[in-house]
């Protein structure tokens, strides 16, 4: 048992504990706060499996970006007092569906592909080689991907608008 | 990097065990940025702060504790120490007493990747730079935790214009950053600062090492660059003119106003490394890090373990000389409007920032 094999098991354990919390408890407040630190044991396990540009970027757009206009959002439709701020369940059915089909390519995912090894390799700096496939192989799909944001942007400005 | 190679390799001589001395050595690597900086820094800068403004306001500001009252801040801890641990009846209890913790470990965060000396690094990751921006994301949060679950309109309303502020603020930081990211090529923060390595010609913001005719067209827009990140790196630490989030005539104290005893001096440490912090960031991405202007007296007299501490020293010395700065600054300027504050994030640095890229990258394409 190595110092990354507790690393890991510390991460994993903040990651699934607050998961469940994020979906169980009934306060929305606290399930984003939840949210914050699921977000922060995924980034870790990231650090572990030696994706440490992943791992940042997790943090930069998640903990500081996503979470944070979420709870702006919660902050800025309720009353700050209010107690009844809560979750619900509601579409039993679509929402099985979606989990199911989610859950099975993430098995597939799980199966199929070919994890590091502890040992097998030393922990290299993944940045330069992510950024040469952005901007070589996947150029085209990146550049894509930026203007269906930038469409998107625009859509929520013109609909804050009206 | 030295520090935990013997730490390990102290404890694995004594224990035989690997997983033992990675620990110790994680966990008092981890802790000596704290005792050795954080909590030395935070006594004397709060002591500094009050001494800077009574001289500037001509007053002599605490003089009985300690000669010229240097022991005031320590009678302080002391008495904040001894306070009752309050938590009014409407707080949200849980939030109320996590918030503190995860401001204090945001920022404390920071540290973590900060280039103390060659000897030095918390962490020597790759993206030391992304890493620093990336960690101010858990003080907001906490920021906002504390003042939703203080359940009092001004810690909401100081709370919300803290995180407004701060995200709208990391957008010209970072612009500032990619502009060095694209010119060393480089987002380690060790690297960064043994890239600027010799005199103080070699430093960032006078175009880096080497002389070429890029490194002399560099300097104007360094110089912009610096400038900028500068003032967004202070609007990040919510210090004035930067400080409506605590705006005491409008807003009492902001997001800490319901807290008291050690929780209240737990943000008002984090406020004070954050801005050592930021100064930190600011001095290693442009003024050379840990490397000294004029050589080294270790070189001179060929004792190389000198070295080390010399970077150090330098190190401390240009963030509290950043430090000075800010609070030269509190006390000089008048708060920003809200509107104000937005209006110079937006339609000032973001564009000025923008272009300073562009230009930048034009230049290293050249």
């Known amino acids: ?162 | 990097m030295i520090i935990y190679d013997f730490l390990y390799n102290l404890v694995f001589s004594i224990t035989q065990s690997a997983v033992a001395g990675d620990i110790t050595a994680m966990v008092i690597s981890a802790l000596l940025p704290l005792f050795i900086l954080v909590l030395p820094f935070a006594l004397l800068a709060v002591w500094l702060e009050r001494k800077v403004s009574a001289h500037m306001q001509d007053r002599l500001g605490p003089m009985r504790t300690g000669s010229h009252g240097w022991l005031q801040t320590v009678a302080d801890v002391i008495k904040l120490l001894q306070k009752e641990d309050i938590v009014a009846a409407a707080n949200d209890r849980t939030l109320f007493n996590i918030a503190p913790i995860l401001v204090f470990a945001g920022s404390y965060l920071v540290f973590a990747a900060l280039p103390f000396s060659s000897a030095y690094i918390g962490s020597n990751i790759d993206l030391g730079l992304i890493f620093i921006i990336a960690a101010s994301g858990f003080v907001v949060a906490g920021i906002l935790m504390a003042g939703w679950s203080s359940n009092n309109k001004y810690s909401l309303l100081g709370a919300m214009r803290s995180a407004a502020q701060i995200i709208s603020y990391e957008i010209p930081t970072i612009l500032v950053i990619l502009t060095i990211i694209m010119i060393t090529g480089t987002t380690n923060l060790r690297t960064l600062s043994e890239m600027q390595t010799g005199y103080f010609w070699n430093w960032m913001i006078f175009g880096g090492a080497g002389f070429s005719l890029s490194k002399f067209l560099f300097i104007p827009f360094m110089l912009i660059g610096f400038v900028t990140l500068f003032i967004s790196t202070l609007a990040e630490v919510n210090r004035t003119p930067f400080d409506i989030p605590e705006a005491e005539s409008e807003l009492v104290s902001g997001y800490h106003t319901e807290y008291s005893g050690m929780k209240f001096a737990m943000f008002f440490m984090a406020e004070y490394a954050n801005m050592f912090a930021v100064s930190a960031i600011v001095s290693a991405i442009f003024l050379g890090g840990y490397q000294s202007p004029f050589g080294y007296l270790g070189n001179t007299f060929g004792l190389h373990w000198l070295i080390p501490i010399e970077q150090f020293l330098w190190f401390a010395s240009k963030g509290v000389f950043f430090v000075l700065v800010q609070m030269w600054l509190r006390w000089t300027l008048p708060r920003l409007r809200v509107d104000q504050l937005m209006a110079l994030c937006w339609k000032y640095l973001i564009p000025i920032a923008f272009v300073n890229l562009i230009i930048i990258g034009l230049i290293t394409v050249l």
């Open chain 1, 1 to 162: 048992m190595s110092i990354y094999d507790i690393i890991f098991y510390l991460f994993a354990a903040i990651t699934l504990i607050s998961a469940f919390f994020v979906v169980t408890i009934r306060n929305i407040v606290y399930s984003a706060f939840f949210l914050l630190f699921t977000f922060f044991g995924v980034a870790g396990i990231y650090v572990i499996l030696g994706a440490d540009f992943v791992a940042m970027v997790q943090l930069i757009i998640y903990v500081g970006g996503i979470v944070i206009l979420m709870l702006f959002g919660v902050m800025l439709t309720n009353k700050i007092t209010s107690v009844a701020i809560k979750t619900g369940t509601s579409q039993i059915v679509p929402a099985a569906i979606g989990v199911g089909m989610f859950a099975g390519i993430l098995t597939a995912t799980l199966v199929n592909s070919h994890w590091r090894k502890v040992d097998t390799a030393p922990l290299l700096p993944t940045t330069q080689s992510l950024g040469l496939m952005l901007i070589s192989e996947y150029g085209i799909i990146f550049e894509l991907l930026g203007i269906i944001l930038l469409i998107a942007l625009i859509g929520a400005a013109s609909l804050a608008r009206k």
